[in-house]
Each structure stands twice: as C-alpha cells, then as structure tokens.
C-alpha cells in the first residue's frame, strides 16, 4: 500500500511539471504571435508587453528546474522517467524566444504550427508525429535561405539598405531557431519513449532503425 501511495504522488508530481511546462510553451506561442503583431503594425504597448512576459518565462523555466530537482532527488526515478524528468527541463530551457518580421509571416506561420505540434506531441509522447516534426523542420530553414538570398540581393542592389536588412536577418535567425527548438523538442520526444539519442540523426534512419 505505501509503494503504491508513493507511486501516485510520484505521477501527480510528473503531471504537474508536465502541466506546467505546456503553460510555459502556451506563453510562448502568446510572445510569438503578439510579437508579430507588434513589429507589423509598429505597436510599441505590444512590443512592451512582450518583454514584459519574458520575466514570467524566465520564472516559470526557473521554478521548473528547481521542482525536477526536487522531483529527482527525493524519488530517485527510473531510467525512462528520469529520461522524461530531463526532457521536461531542457523543453523549458529551450522555448524560443523571438521578434518575427511581417515580412517574414509564411515562415514565422510555419515556426509556430511546428512548435505548437511539438508541444503536442510532448504532451501525448507521440513519437511518430515527432519524426514528421524533424521533417517538417526543413521547410523553416528553407524560408530562412530564401529570404538571407533576398536580403543579399538588396543589400547589393542599394548598400543604403545594409541596416535595416540587418536587424531583418537578425529577425529571420530567431524565427529559424523556433524551428530548431521545436526539432529539439521532437528529438527529446523520441528519447523519452524509445531510449535512444536520434540527434545528428537523419530522418529516414530514425523511421529505419528506432520506430
């Protein structure tokens, strides 16, 4: 009876960080589109509360690492739930950040739609949606050379132009880097449930050799 007690704290605890990281990738998603707003429309309120938000990201990574700790050290969890433990952190650490370009709304559309399937797949631990994730991930870094082609061929054509096709590039690498972490987020997945490090990993070897 007391393992069992213990075992269902021990869930309660899992489902709470889980809950908790899903509210931080919502917050987010939130920072993503109201930073798309802000920057289309040139909305300084909104561009201020997007940095507001980012001390209460900032909190919420902070306050879940410090109850994994605690999680870890007084259960002392099992190899796939200590596995689960540590994605959960690094999913937290790793939620992207961003100031997108209206410019830039096809990939910033195709940035948020994979992290919001990613966050999905985490709260399901969907390994198969996980490796369509890796997949779709390359369409992201496509906009992103796309538009660093573009951005080049103006800089070239009027060097008047050079700035602000700067802080743009700069833009373009942040939405680049939702992609990368929702790939991330995709890859823990796939560590979560099938036990094994699939980065620097390509797709078609992941689907061969560890599905």
């Given at each position: 009876m007391p393992d069992k007690h213990l075992?269902?704290?021990?869930?309660?605890?899992?489902?709470?960080?889980?809950m908790r990281v899903m509210e931080l990738g919502g917050l987010v998603e939130s920072q993503i589109r109201q930073a798309v707003y802000a920057l289309s429309e040139f909305s300084v309120e909104v561009a201020d509360q997007v940095i507001a938000d980012e001390a209460r990201v900032n909190m919420m990574e902070v306050d879940i690492d410090r109850e994994l700790a605690s999680i870890i050290g007084r259960r002392q969890p099992t190899a796939v739930d200590l596995r689960l433990l540590l994605a959960k952190s690094i999913i937290a650490d790793g939620m992207p950040r961003a100031l997108p370009s209206s410019d830039l709304r096809t990939a910033i559309e195709l940035a948020s739609?994979?992290?919001r399937k990613a966050l999905d797949a985490f709260a399901r631990l969907d390994a198969v949606s996980?490796?369509?994730?890796?997949?779709?991930?390359?369409?992201v870094d496509a906009e992103f050379d796309g538009f660093v082609r573009k951005l080049i061929t103006y800089m070239m054509e009027d060097p008047r132009t050079i700035s602000s096709s700067l802080d743009l590039l700069f833009i373009a690498k942040a939405i680049e880097r939702i992609g990368d972490h929702a790939k991330n987020i995709a890859e823990f997945i796939i560590f979560i449930v099938k036990g094994a490090d699939v980065r620097h990993t390509s797709v078609d070897y992941i689907e061969s050799n560890v599905l």
């Open positions: 075992s269902t704290q021990f869930d309660s605890q899992l489902n709470n960080v889980s739609a994979l992290l996980a490796v369509e994730i890796l997949r779709e991930d390359g369409q």
